[in-house]
């Protein structure tokens, strides 16, 4: 099983619509970024968490970490087709561990 | 736009053949990570570079090696090639090497393999 585990996999929302993706660790988080990819494309990095209770916005994406559940939730508010994407969690252990990704498509 | 650039984009090869990929860092990055996407094992860290030392390596096979030049830009080589090496081949930059924001990694747009 990965050590990063990423729900759903896969999300189609109608716009303006909010979504959470959730990420969740086998082993404890000491750190979690979360990226987005554009299909076939590279990874644009959105926020690092590194706190437990930690908790930051971007635009209308908020991601929290909590530390005790080994998690991390990305949300996104009112969706827009421009958040339509791959979005992937990684861990920090020295080198980044990634999750599979959720597949976010957002219904004009 | 990242400030990592990699070239090529596209390369299209043949089974048994060499290629070599390459990247520049964003400016002033000292380290370099090579990363392998594909579909059925996602994105795995292949190895990492700091100031042309090798630091850490993954899963990477035997069959392919990397380096990191006096100038930081680094190169992949990826030789023997099989049907399996088809993926999307990215590399990231972080300015120092370690954990946290400061060292946050920022990717290239990646180099798409194809072997035929």
């Known amino acids: 099983s990965q050590e990063l585990e990423q729900s759903p996999q896969s999300l189609i929302v109608q716009e303006g619509k909010n979504l959470t993706i959730n990420c969740t660790s086998s082993?404890?988080?000491?750190?979690l970024y979360w990226y987005k990819q554009k299909y076939g494309e590279g990874l644009i990095f959105l926020m690092m968490?590194?706190?437990?209770?930690e908790e930051k916005s971007h635009e209308k994406i908020t991601a929290k970490l909590d530390e005790k559940k080994q998690q991390s939730s990305l949300h996104i508010t009112a969706s827009q087709p421009s958040h339509a994407g791959i979005y992937l969690c990684?861990?920090?252990?020295?080198?980044?561990?990634f999750g599979q990704g959720t597949e976010l498509s957002v219904k004009p | 736009d990242s400030g990592v650039t990699q070239t090529p984009k596209h390369l299209i090869t043949a089974t048994g053949q060499r290629v070599t990929l390459r990247c520049s860092p964003r400016?002033?990055?000292?380290?370099v990570y090579w990363y392998q996407q594909s579909l059925d094992q996602g994105l795995q860290f292949l190895i990492h570079?700091?100031?042309?030392?090798?630091?850490a390596k993954g899963n990477i096979l035997e069959r392919f090696s990397a380096q990191q030049f006096p100038d930081l830009h680094s190169e992949l080589n990826l030789s023997s090639l099989e049907l399996g090496d088809s993926a999307l081949y990215f590399c990231?930059?972080?300015?120092?090497?370690?954990?946290?924001?400061?060292?946050?990694?920022?990717f290239g747009p990646g180099t798409r393999l194809t072997v035929l």
């Open positions: 990231a930059s972080s300015a120092r090497t370690g954990t946290g924001l400061k060292n946050t990694q920022y």
């Open positions: 082993k404890t988080l000491y750190g």
């Open positions: 968490l590194q706190k437990g209770g």
């Open positions: 990684g861990a920090d252990r020295g080198k980044l561990i």
């Open positions: 400016s002033g990055d000292l380290s």
């Open positions: 570079y700091y100031n042309g030392e090798e630091r």
